[in-house]
C-alpha cells in the first residue's frame, strides 16, 4: 500500500508537468469542496491525486493490464470508455487498483467516473467531477457560477457545469456521453437512482 505522499511522489516523476501541476490543483480544490459536505476528506484527496495518472501513458497502461482492460471494455456499461477523450479515466482505474493498489471502491469509481459522470453518483464521485472542473487553473465563462455552486450544492453545480460541457462539445462537433445526459435527467428530476 503507498500512501497518499509516496504516490504523489510517484506521480510527480511520472506525469508531464503540466499535468502533475493540473492534478495538484484538483487535490486542494477537492479538499475545498468536501469540507462543505459531510464527506471523507482524505478519499476525496486520494482520489484527486489519481484521477489523472493514466492520461498521458493510455497506450503504455493499457497493454500492461491488457487482459483486466479487454474483460471492462467489453462490457456495454464500459463501451464509452473507448473514446480517446475517456479512455484515461477506465485506464486509470486500472493502474490505481493494480499499480497504487488502491482497494477502496469509492475512490476507485470516483477515478472512473471523473469525466462523464453517471446516475447516482455517489458525493466523492460529484466532487471529483467537480474538482476537475473548476480546479484554480481552468479558465471559461461559466467557471466562476460552477465554482461558487460547488460549495452549496453539489447537484446544481453539476447541472450547470454538464450545461456547459454540452454546449461546448456541440460547437466542437464532438460526442456527448450517454451518462453525462442521464445524470443531466436524473438531476433535473427527470430519471431517478439506476
Ligand atoms: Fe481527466
Ligand atoms: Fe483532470
Redo the contacts with the bound molecule.
Keep these: 500500500m503507498f500512501s497518499f505522499e509516496e504516490i504523489k511522489e510517484d506521480l510527480k516523476n511520472n506525469l508531464k508537468q503540466s499535468?502533475y501541476e493540473?492534478?495538484l490543483r484538483?487535490v486542494k480544490k477537492s479538499e475545498e469542496i468536501a469540507s462543505h459536505f459531510e464527506v471523507d476528506i482524505y478519499k476525496c484527496k486520494l482520489a484527486a491525486l489519481l484521477?489523472?495518472c493514466a492520461?498521458g501513458k493510455e497506450e503504455y497502461y493499457k497493454n500492461k493490464y491488457i487482459l483486466e482492460y479487454s474483460n471492462l471494455i467489453e462490457k456495454k456499461e464500459f463501451e464509452e470508455f473507448k473514446n480517446p477523450f475517456l479512455e484515461h479515466c477506465l485506464i486509470g482505474y486500472l493502474v490505481a487498483k493494480n499499480h497504487y493498489k488502491i482497494e477502496d471502491k469509492e475512490v476507485l469509481n470516483a477515478i472512473l467516473w471523473?469525466?462523464t459522470g453517471r446516475l447516482a453518483m455517489t458525493e466523492i464521485e460529484k466532487i471529483i467531477y467537480l474538482a476537475?472542473k473548476t480546479?484554480d487553473g481552468r479558465d471559461y465563462p461559466s467557471v466562476d457560477k460552477i465554482r461558487e455552486k460547488s460549495l452549496i450544492d453539489l447537484n446544481d453545480a453539476i447541472i450547470l457545469s454538464i450545461n456547459n460541457n454540452i454546449k461546448y462539445l456541440i460547437e466542437k462537433n464532438q460526442i456527448i456521453s450517454v451518462n453525462t445526459i442521464k445524470l443531466r435527467n436524473e438531476l433535473l428530476g427527470g430519471i431517478s437512482g439506476r
Excluded: Q
Aim: aromatic share 0%; charged share 45%.
Design positions: 499535468r493540473h492534478t484538483v484521477h489523472d492520461k471523473h469525466t476537475d480546479e
